[in-house]
């Protein structure tokens, strides 16, 4: 037999409204790069269209004040190399992934 106390528990667990399940994200189709500008999934961090057979490279500057990180295609690092080039502490370059392999990842992360 239950206890009054142990009555009133149950009947609050059988009447209770359950909390609203937290609803996912809604995807924009976009996404951020290091300066805070929406980009397209197909493309780098500095807006260049990225193709099946372009390659991708993962960029890491390093400044006095910061460090950023670009996926940018090996143009668009000169790019920033050239924008950086006052500042400029450190850099490095890696070879990350093919444009088929990496518009797929984003429209994954990103997509709608």
Sequence with gaps: MLTEKEKAALDR???????ETKKPK???GLRKNAFGESLEFYQDD???PIYNTD???YMSIQTETERKTFNVLLESAQELIDEYADE?????VVKHLNG???????????GE
Excluded: D, Q
Excluded at 13 to 19: C, S
Excluded at 100 to 110: A, C, D, I, P, Q
């Design 13 to 19: 667990h059988i009447t209770a409204v359950p909390e």
């Design 100 to 110: 088929k392999e990496f518009k797929k990842t984003m429209e994954v992360l990103y």
């Design 46 to 48: 500095l807006g260049a």
């Design 26 to 28: 809604k995807r924009s």
């Design 88 to 92: 400029l502490e450190t850099v490095a």
């Design 55 to 57: 390659t991708i490279y």
